[in-house]
């Protein structure tokens, strides 16, 4: 076992230098945060000792028969985006019995949570922890949640205020990365079809925006109403009188796949073909996103991360309630699908141009 040392005040990045990890899980290991291997852990500890580093004792992060309530609207559990979530509570399920914790899952009627639905839910489950799962809470639920203390993560939220913990995937740059797909395969007037009722959505409008504003290429949102429970058909129907329109857009970046599903009907109905006359982006990477003809491209958003890190974060907050709000974006990464032409063909037909 080689030891280390150094001829100065030691630092973070020279522990992670040493141990051969990012300054980030130093971070961790040094707080006492779950979610790093024992192996890794010993070893930024070790290494942290030999140099000197002072180690100030904290909270155990790993609570015991932790009892956590996951609230999730009824309208994001079931329909097209149930399975969305779906993966998000397995991934919070599995860090629970990990731990040794208990997760109870709960639907409560709307997006838009009231405090005596609050109220019961944590008399009934007896929980001393509240994941908001694609839930964004009113000002006045979240100032009662602040004054009784209760431990509170946000699921698939942004709180903009960033009074509480929350976890969401990376949906500004995942957008950003979407529509700079589209425009390096040639497009130059893309439709983005989207229901910005929730700040992560808003963030992948702002995304969609970014890369159009770079480029300078014509854009158009379309707005679907947020009360349809039908996504796809609500595209489908919006694409139909666009097509109706022949305004010349050659592509659409839909907020999720079931959005894109419908938006690659109404191409198909009028007989163009995908992706030559017509190309289409979704986004999240749902299962219908591989059964399509042809298959779709998309972002791949990791649902069960998603879950296990919001757990990581609980965990965090229970050990350590004074810590302040941390906010995590996990990546997004392309999915080669064939609804948008190979970015190497559209060089070969001459489509970009300089």
């Known amino acids: ?30 707080a006492n945060e779950p979610g790093i291997s024992t192996n890794v852990r010993d070893e930024v500890i070790r290494i942290a000792s030999e140099l000197g580093y002072n180690i100030r004792p904290v909270p155990s992060a790993q609570p ?29 399920r599995g860090a629970a019995a990990r731990s040794g914790g208990m997760l109870l899952p709960r639907l409560v009627r709307s997006s838009f949570l009231k405090i005596s639905e609050l109220k019961q839910t944590l008399s009934e489950t007896e929980a001393t922890g509240i ?13 009662w949640i602040r004054e009784s203390n209760i431990p509170t993560v946000w699921v698939n939220g942004n709180d903009p205020d960033l009074q509480f913990d929350c976890v969401s995937p990376a949906n500004f740059y995942g957008a950003r990365l979407a529509t700079e797909h589209l ?47 039908r996504t796809s058909t609500a595209a489908c129907e919006a694409m139909e009188a666009i097509l109706l329109e022949d305004q010349g857009f050659t592509a659409a970046f839909c907020m999720n796949d079931m959005m894109a599903i419908g938006v690659m009907e109404a191409v198909t109905n009028h007989h163009l073909s995908i ?38 974060l609980m965990q965090r907050r229970i050990a350590d309630p004074s810590a302040g709000p941390r906010k995590v974006e996990l990546a997004v990464r392309l999915v080669e699908g064939a609804t948008v032409q190979a970015q190497s063909k559209q060089i070969e037909d001459g489509v970009l141009s300089a």
């Open 183 to 229: 425009i390096a395969t040639g497009h130059r007037n893309i439709l983005h079809f989207t229901m910005s009722h929730r700040h992560t959505i808003r963030e992948r409008i702002r995304g969609f925006e970014s890369a159009a504003a770079k480029h300078g290429v014509r854009t158009r949102i379309v707005q679907l109403p947020s009360s349809s429970s």
């Open 64 to 92: 015991q028969n932790q009892r956590s309530v996951a609230v999730i609207s009824v309208d994001q559990a079931t329909g097209g985006l149930g399975v969305f979530y779906e993966g998000i509570l397995s991934g919070l």
């Open 275 to 312: 992706p030559q006359d017509f190309a289409v982006m979704g986004f999240d990477d749902l299962p219908c996103a591989s059964m399509t003809m042809p298959r779709l491209t998309t972002m791949h958003v990791d649902r069960e991360a998603i879950g296990q890190e919001a757990y990581y």
């Open 1 to 30: 076992m080689t030891r280390v040392s150094l001829s100065r005040r030691p630092r973070q990045t020279d522990i992670a230098r040493f141990a051969g990890v990012s300054v980030s899980t130093v971070s961790r290991v040094l």
């Open 131 to 143: 994941f908001l799962v694609g839930i964004d809470p009113p000002e006045d639920l979240c100032g």
